[in-house]
């Protein structure tokens, strides 16, 4: 064993298996000279993390190893091919200054040019957290954590997708955000997939391709939103691919959004493998509850107080998306500044008027009877007959949920559209429904299915 093995396994042995393999894998000696020892890791996250955890343990180690060594120098060195970059595209991340003591500073490792703007109301604490984005929302966290302790990722890349408005690029940002405040050194570059291609076309341009790649390749986390933007556009694909295979040989998390699944994607086969690869998650579109619960958030953040009508009839009204909610709410608290009028429901329904009738349109009972009939393969009639066997109770019932999920009509409204029946109907059906949701698997994919059919 050289000198330099058994000062790693001195190390494996001082700080556990599990963080040894974390944080000092891809570290390489530079030099042993003059009592220095310089070692070099290939981020500066990596460096930063080592120089202020580990910098004195590591030296105590090499200590035992080298009496000499009395200073350590822990530099960044990104590993690549070692060509050489005619354009360091702003922000070049090459590190001439080494982080000579254990306790060097720590600063932003974000790349400016590359990373996109943070919209700094997009963090986890305002993340409303319901039924449907409940998956979408702990594995964001879950990378997030990964990111600023010494664990990998239990999967990579994650895949968010949705529908437009329901909180992907929230999420994203809120990861970027919370990696930020609790890693500061970590690397974090977030796009959306279009700036992705315009720098990618840009570095062709300017010859600064190496540039380019050696600038993804070495971050610590990657996010590129908006992914369905690349279909079809054959080059950036495949750099995009080439990219996410090099994070991922490195264990370094990758987010990804779009507004489809992999598999609806128009993109390269392997690429889609790719991007199937980890974890996919999806937001579902919202429900009741999850929309008034982030009404109730947003108006609390925005400090004004709205009558519970006011929040149930726009949670019940507005149906589409979080972002179309938002803009309700903030035409209402515009219109109620500028002209001083309170906030009641009858200036509420006049100020959103259009948008009401908007998210109306959307979807109808009819089109939900028909659909809940065709997916259950009963007759369209049965949806408002007297017929009470199971085989056509339960699709009925699963039509009035709906509707009751995906309309603003009333329990009375809707219960006259199925067969004149009462409101009580509806309102048990709904309950009936909901708790099957949370037992029954295969009608909780049933249920979901339908409902991403009839809002798409
Ligand atoms: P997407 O990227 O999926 O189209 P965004 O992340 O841009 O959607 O979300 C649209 C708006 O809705 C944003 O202002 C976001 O803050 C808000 N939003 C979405 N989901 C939630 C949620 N669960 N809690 C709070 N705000 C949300
Ligand atoms: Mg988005």
């Known amino acids: 064993m050289s000198e330099w093995e058994r000062l790693l396994e001195r190390l494996k042995n001082e700080i556990g298996e599990a963080a040894f393999h974390g944080w000092f894998r891809t570290m390489t000696v530079k030099r042993v ?22 910098a004195e343990c590591l030296l105590r180690v090499w200590r035992v190893e080298n009496a000499e060594i009395n200073r350590l120098s822990i530099i960044i060195e990104p590993q690549g091919d070692g060509l050489a970059r005619d354009e360091p595209a702003g922000g070049s991340l090459e590190e001439p200054a080494a982080a000579v003591e254990p306790a060097a500073g720590i600063e932003g490792g974000e790349d400016k040019t590359l990373s996109g703007p943070l919209d700094p ?32 990722v239990p999967f990579n890349p994650l895949f968010l997708y949705g529908g437009v408005g329901l909180g992907k690029t929230h999420l994203m940002h809120a990861i970027a955000w919370h990696v930020r405040s609790h890693a500061a050194g970590c690397k974090v570059i977030y796009l959306s997939a279009e700036k992705f291609m315009y720098q990618f076309i840009r ?17 610590d986390l990657l996010m590129i939103d908006d992914v369905q933007f690349i279909s079809g556009k054959d080059s950036t694909q495949e750099e995009l691919f080439h990219t996410f295979n090099a994070l991922v040989d490195q264990n370094r998390p990758i987010v990804i959004s779009a507004d489809k699944s992999p598999n609806d994607l128009n993109i390269e086969e392997r690429m889609r493998s790719r991007l199937g690869w980890g974890l996919v998650a999806d937001l579902h579109p919202t429900t009741y509850e999850l929309r008034l619960g982030i009404l109730q958030s947003k108006a609390e953040q925005a400090g004004i107080r709205l009558p519970q009508k006011v929040m149930e009839f726009l949670a019940h009204k507005i149906v589409s998306n979080v972002r179309e909610l ?8 515009a219109q109620m500044q500028l002209i001083g009028r309170d906030i009641t429901l009858e200036s509420v329904q006049d100020v959103l008027r259009d948008l009401i009738r908007a998210n109306e349109r959307r979807v109808t009972i009819e089109e939900i009877q028909k659909k809940v009939a065709e997916h259950f393969k009963i007759r369209l009639v049965d949806m408002g007959s007297p017929r009470r066997e199971r085989s056509i109770v339960r699709p009925r019932q699963v039509a009035m949920y709906l509707a009751k999920q995906l309309t603003s009509a009333s329990l009375p409204a809707i219960g006259k559209k199925f067969g004149d ?8 059906a709904v309950k009936k429904i909901t708790e099957l949701i949370a037992s029954d698997g ?3 994919e049933d249920v979901e299915l339908l409902q991403r059919m009839l809002q798409s």
Not at 34 to 54: C, Q
Not at 123 to 135: M, R, S
Not at 203 to 219: C, N, T
Not at 328 to 333: E, G, T
């Open 33 to 54: 000279a003059g009592g220095e020892a310089v070692i070099a890791f290939p981020t500066r996250f990596l460096r930063d993390w080592v120089a202020r955890h580990y």
């Open 121 to 152: 109301r997009f963090t986890f604490e305002n993340f409303i957290v319901g039924k449907p984005n409940e998956l979408a929302h702990a594995a964001a966290r879950r990378v997030a954590e990964a990111c600023v302790a010494p664990v990998s």
């Open 203 to 219: 570095a062709l341009r300017f010859r600064s391709i190496m540039d380019f790649k050696e600038q993804f390749r070495s971050v």
């Open 326 to 333: 938002e803009g309700a709410l903030n035409r209402i608290l």
């Open 421 to 428: 029946r009462d409101h009580t109907t509806v309102m048990h």
């Open 442 to 444: 295969v009608l909780a």
